[in-house]
C-alpha cells in the first residue's frame, strides 16, 4: 500500500508541475489579435494555431491525472486498517480475572492470598 501511495504522489507532483509549466507557456487570448496581422508563431513546428491546440489539449490531459491522483490519495488517506490487539496479539477478555482460581477448585479468598502482589504502575 505504501508504494501505491508514492507512486501517487509523484504522479501529482509531476502532474501538477506540468500543468503549472504549460499554463505558463500558453499565450492569452489578447495575443490573438496580434497574430492575426503576421507577427505570430506561423512558421513554429505545430502551425499558428497548432500550438495553441497541442498545449490546451495536454494541459486539460495532465489536469485530469492531477484530479484523479488526487481523489485515489484522497481515498487512500482516509482508509483506516482493522485495529489491532497490539503487541499482544488477539486477547479474549470474555472471562473474569477470578475465573481461572474458581475452576481449579482453590476457593477465591485462598487463591489471592497465594498469587504476587501487582506492581504499582507510576503515573
Given at each position: 500500500m505504501s508504494?501505491?501511495k508514492?507512486?501517487?504522489?509523484?504522479?501529482?507532483?509531476?502532474?501538477?508541475?506540468?500543468?503549472?509549466?504549460?499554463?505558463?507557456?500558453?499565450?492569452?487570448?489578447?495575443?490573438?489579435?496580434?497574430?492575426?496581422f503576421?507577427?505570430?508563431?506561423?512558421g513554429?513546428?505545430?502551425?499558428?494555431?497548432?500550438?495553441?491546440?497541442?498545449?490546451?489539449?495536454?494541459?486539460?490531459?495532465l489536469?485530469t491525472?492531477?484530479?484523479?491522483?488526487?481523489?485515489?490519495?484522497?481515498?487512500?488517506?482516509?482508509?483506516?486498517p482493522a485495529?489491532?490487539?497490539?503487541?499482544?496479539?488477539?486477547?479474549t477478555?470474555s472471562?473474569?480475572?477470578?475465573?481461572?482460581?474458581a475452576?481449579?477448585?482453590v476457593?477465591?479468598?485462598?487463591a489471592?492470598?497465594s498469587?504476587p502482589?501487582?506492581?504499582?504502575?507510576?503515573?
Open positions: 508504494i501505491f508514492t507512486l501517487l504522489l509523484v504522479l501529482q507532483i509531476g502532474s501538477a508541475l506540468g500543468v503549472i509549466g504549460l499554463v505558463l507557456l500558453q499565450q492569452g487570448k489578447g495575443a490573438d489579435m496580434g497574430a492575426a503576421g507577427s505570430g508563431n506561423s513554429s513546428l505545430f502551425g499558428a494555431a497548432g500550438s495553441a491546440n497541442f498545449l490546451s489539449r495536454t494541459t486539460a490531459a489536469a491525472v492531477f484530479f484523479l491522483s488526487t481523489l485515489g490519495l484522497t481515498m487512500l488517506g482516509s482508509h483506516r485495529a489491532g490487539a497490539g503487541v499482544m496479539g488477539s486477547m477478555t472471562q473474569p480475572a477470578a475465573a481461572p482460581a475452576a481449579s477448585g476457593p477465591a479468598a485462598d489471592g492470598a498469587a502482589a501487582a506492581p504499582a504502575v507510576p503515573k
